[in-house]
C-alpha cells in the first residue's frame, strides 16, 4: 500500500481544494494529514470533512496553548526577521521569517518517523518550506499546489521584505519540487516565469462534483431576469458596493425588471447602509432585492439552476493575487450554466474570452457595472436561450475532468 501525507498551514475547512484532493487518491492509498489549526471555529468544521474522508490527522496549534510550541516558533520568527537582514540568500531564514506556521510545522515534522512517505503534497504557503525540508529527509517526492499567487497577496506587515522572502522561497523551492499544480492560468504563468519554467506542472482548476448541478430551469416570459451573489459573508469590500450603487442609477425598468439575490452571512452594518435604506428606490426603479442565508454547498449549487447570471465582482485595489485567481464563484457559474458577469481582472477576463457565450466583463467602476447591467437588460431573451448550452459547456470544468490531471500526476510519482 502507498502512502500519501498532506501537509496544510490551516484547516482542512479552509482548504477545501485539499479535501477534493484527498477524495481523489487512487483506491489503495493510505492518507495522513498534519494540518494547522487557527481557530476553534474552524477546527469545528474539520470535524464532519475528516470523518468523511477517515483520514489519520494532526492537529498543530497556532494560538497560546499549548504555549511552548507557540512560545519557540515566535522566537523562531522574530530571530529569523532580523537574521534576515544580514543572510537574505538562506532558504532557513527565508522559511522561518515569512510564515509562523512553517516553523510549527518544520519543529513537528522533523521529529516524526515518516520513512513510509511515498508521496508528499504541500498546500497553501506555509506548507512550501516543511514539506520540501521533509522531502529532502525521508526522500520522498514533494508536490506542491500552487493556489494563490502568494508574493501578490496582500501582507499588512513588512511588506517589502516579506514579498521578496515569498518569491524567493519559491524560486529554491519549486524548481525542485518533484511537481507542482497551479489553480488558475495566469497563476501558473507568474509562478513558473518567477521560478524559470519546471519540467512537471499542470493546471487544475476549483471545480466541483458535476452531480451537484441540475439543468437551467426554464423561465416564463414575465419572470424577472434573476441575478445571484453568494458568499460566506455578505458585507463590504466584496464589490456589492459598486453592484449597489449601480442599481440606484437604474431608472426604472418598465417591464424588464430584475431580481437580485444575495446568498451568505449577511453584515448588519452593510444591510443597515446600503440596503434597507435603499429599499424603496429599488422598488421604483423595478428592482427586487432577496437575502438567503449561507448554504451548504450541495444545496447552493442545486439552487442555482433558478438563476439566469452568476456575479463575479473581483477587483484590482484587493491585491495582485486576485487579479490572478479564478474564484469558486466564476467556476460554479460556469458549472451551472449561468450567464456570468464579470469585473475585469486579467484572470476572468481570460477566461471569458475563450467562449464569450459564457457572459460579460465590464470595468471595475459604478458606471462600467450600471452601463454592463443595461446589456443584460436588453439581452435577457438571449441570455435565457442559450442557458442549456452553457451548462454544456460548463461540464468541462467539473472536478471530475480537473482531477484526471492530478490522479495522473500521482500515478507516475507513486511508480518511483
Known sequence: MKNVLFILSGNLSTTPRAVKAIQTLPAGVNCEVVMVNRSKLWKDKDVDIINDLNVKVN??????????????????????????????DSVWINGFASNKSAIILHQFLKKQEYSHIDLIMGHSGGSMFPGYMLSQI?????????????????????????????EDLMKFILPKANAITYASPLIGEYTLKLIGGHHCHELVLNGFKEK??????????????????????????????????????????????????????MDDVFFDE?????????????????????????????????FDVGLALEFNEAD????????????TYAQAGLYIFATNTKAQVQFIEKD?????????????V??????LINNEMEIRSLAVERFRLGKKFSWEQESKKLENMWNQLLKK
Open 59 to 88: 492537529y498543530l496549534e497556532l494560538g497560546r496553548s499549548p504555549l511552548v510550541p507557540w512560545i519557540k516558533a515566535t522566537f523562531y520568527q522574530k530571530l529569523a526577521t532580523i537574521l534576515y537582514k544580514f543572510k537574505k
Open 138 to 166: 525521508i526522500k520522498a517526492p514533494f508536490l506542491f499546489d500552487v493556489e494563490d499567487y502568494h508574493p501578490g497577496e496582500s501582507i499588512s506587515s513588512d511588506a517589502i521584505n516579506e514579498k521578496q522572502r515569498r
Open 212 to 265: 451537484e448541478f441540475i439543468a437551467p430551469k426554464e423561465k416564463g416570459e414575465n419572470d424577472r431576469l434573476k441575478l445571484v451573489w453568494f458568499s460566506q459573508k455578505v458585507g463590504y469590500g466584496r464589490g456589492l458596493e459598486n453592484l449597489f450603487e449601480a442599481l440606484l442609477g437604474l431608472k426604472s425598468l418598465g417591464a424588464n425588471s430584475i431580481k437580485l439575490v444575495l446568498i451568505g452571512e
Open 274 to 306: 446600503k440596503i434597507k435604506p435603499n429599499l424603496n428606490i429599488f422598488k421604483e426603479n423595478n428592482v427586487e432585492i432577496e437575502c438567503f442565508p449561507a448554504l451548504p454547498q450541495p444545496q447552493l449549487h442545486n439552487l442555482l439552476s433558478t
Open 320 to 331: 495582485f493575487n486576485r487579479e490572478l485567481c479564478l474564484t469558486n464563484k466564476i467556476i
Open 356 to 368: 464569450k457565450n459564457l457572459g460579460i466583463i465590464c470595468n471595475q467602476t459604478t458606471f462600467g
Open 370 to 375: 450600471q452601463k454592463s447591467l443595461k446589456k
